[in-house]
């Protein structure tokens, strides 16, 4: 039996020729994972450079982190209250009124001395006047009344009151003025004979127009008031500073008492050319109203006056003082007065141009600061406290001179407001800022 035919070995293939090695299965094994592995390089690659571009891409285009304000309040300016001159001679009571929101709706009362009944002179001629004008108005400034026809009884007045050393004017027998240029005649030049004399054509006689007259004053609640004739000759016609503001108010109210009050000269048929007797007329503000003095130590003068406190809105004062030793003396002491109250409105410097409030800082180290674009003062009265309020931003531009905000103050019903600006230029970061600090960009 012949043995069967054993298969050709790996040195017969190679001898044959018969054998590929690119049929090798390690072979092919090999070239299938050098194929996986230039697929995860290039995955692996591609990745990368796609993650690095678009890290690149978001940093040079992420939005910036605000830069940091650092402010300091600015502290408000302090007040002092208005320091007022009142007279220091005798008494004086004073009203001002006109600017109700910054001194209220009932004004600023100023007192000086006590509030006892003093002589008030020719003053007596204000209540006289309000008294005639009470039983017989007229309808307004403009308005001449009824005609007064004087008598030789009134005539013979003029001698009267002339030999007592009291200020008169002429008054023809048979002479006629109109109600109004007669008060004008009792009031500008203080004629007492005219007082008199209207007194009794108001009401009939002396005693008649003295029972209206405390009448009129019981009724205006002045229990501080005693008058005993028309004229103020006597020392016994006395009130007192609180009774006299209350009746210069109320001559101040009426249109024909203040219109003749304000005048200072006027030429009427009988009296011929008259002239105030007060000098202060037209002198800082002043409008009126009367002028009185039985001598030396009894000057008064109940006064009107408006004033520019330079607020849009002028200032009322009314107000009256006794007992002056002079007339200059008391002129001067009013003037001074008024002076105190107009400078009762005063500027107050709030802050200067290019006054540092602040900072900006940024994360990529650049800074500038925060100024005051403008100096600011705001007008105010008195000691009026003043507050402070600032709103801040942050720049867009960062820009030299970029406004960011403002500072506004208040006092009362004013204020008064500056703008905020950059003081130096903020550049923005490099690119290799913005590529080294992601963190940052992130916040």
Not at 94 to 120: C, K, M, N, Q, W
């Amino acid at each position: 039996m012949s043995e069967p035919d054993e298969p050709p070995g790996l040195s017969d293939l190679f001898e044959s020729g018969s054998y590929d090695e690119s049929d090798s299965p390690a072979r092919s094994r090999r070239r299938r994972r050098a194929r996986g592995a230039l697929i995860t390089v290039a995955v692996v690659l591609l990745v990368v450079t796609a993650s690095v571009v678009g890290y690149v891409v978001w940093a040079l285009n992420a939005p910036l982190p605000a830069p940091v304000a650092s402010t300091r309040e600015l502290a408000a300016p302090a007040t002092e209250a208005a320091a007022f001159a009142l007279p220091s001679q005798g008494a004086t009571a004073v009203s001002v009124t006109g600017a109700a929101d910054y001194l209220g709706a009932d004004g600023l009362h100023l007192v000086a001395g006590d509030d006892e009944p003093r002589s008030i002179a020719s003053i007596s001629k204000i209540i006289t006047a309000l008294v005639i004008l009470d039983a017989h108005p007229l309808a307004n400034a403009d308005d001449p009344g009824p005609t007064i026809t004087f008598s030789k009884a009134d005539h013979d007045l003029y001698d009267a009151y002339y030999v007592q050393d009291a200020a008169v004017a002429t008054m023809p027998t048979g002479s006629t003025l109109s109600l109004h240029d007669a008060l004008a005649a009792m009031l500008i030049p203080s004629a007492s004979n005219y007082a008199d004399a209207l007194a009794t054509w108001a009401y009939g006689s002396r005693d008649a127009f003295l029972s209206a007259t405390r009448d009129y004053l019981s009724r205006e609640g002045l229990t501080g008031t005693t008058i005993v004739e028309p004229t103020g000759i006597s020392a016994r016609n006395v009130s007192t500073p609180t009774d006299l503001l209350h009746l210069a108010q109320l001559a101040a109210a009426n249109p024909t008492i203040a219109r003749i009050g304000a005048t200072t000269d006027l030429t009427l048929p009988g009296p011929g050319h008259i002239t105030n007797t007060n000098m202060l007329l037209g002198q800082d503000g002043v409008t009126g109203l009367k002028t009185g003095n039985l001598g030396e130590g009894t000057f008064s003068l109940m006064f009107t006056a408006t004033l520019d406190g330079g607020i849009g809105t002028p200032l009322s004062v009314t107000g009256v003082t006794l007992s002056g030793q002079s007339r200059e003396s008391q002129d001067a002491a009013v003037l001074r007065l008024l002076d105190s109250i107009r400078g009762g409105f005063h500027d107050v410097r709030l802050v200067d141009e290019n006054t540092v409030v602040g900072s900006y800082t940024t994360v990529w180290g650049e800074s500038a600061q925060l100024v005051v674009a403008e100096s600011a003062t705001i007008r105010t009265w008195s000691n009026t406290p003043i507050t402070v309020s600032t709103t801040v931003g942050n720049p867009t531009q960062y820009r030299d001179g970029e406004s960011v905000g403002t500072i506004t103050w208040t006092a009362g019903p004013a204020t008064a407001t500056a703008d905020l600006r950059v003081r130096g230029t903020i550049a923005p970061p490099t690119d290799w800022w913005r590529l080294t600090h992601p963190a940052a960009l992130l916040g």
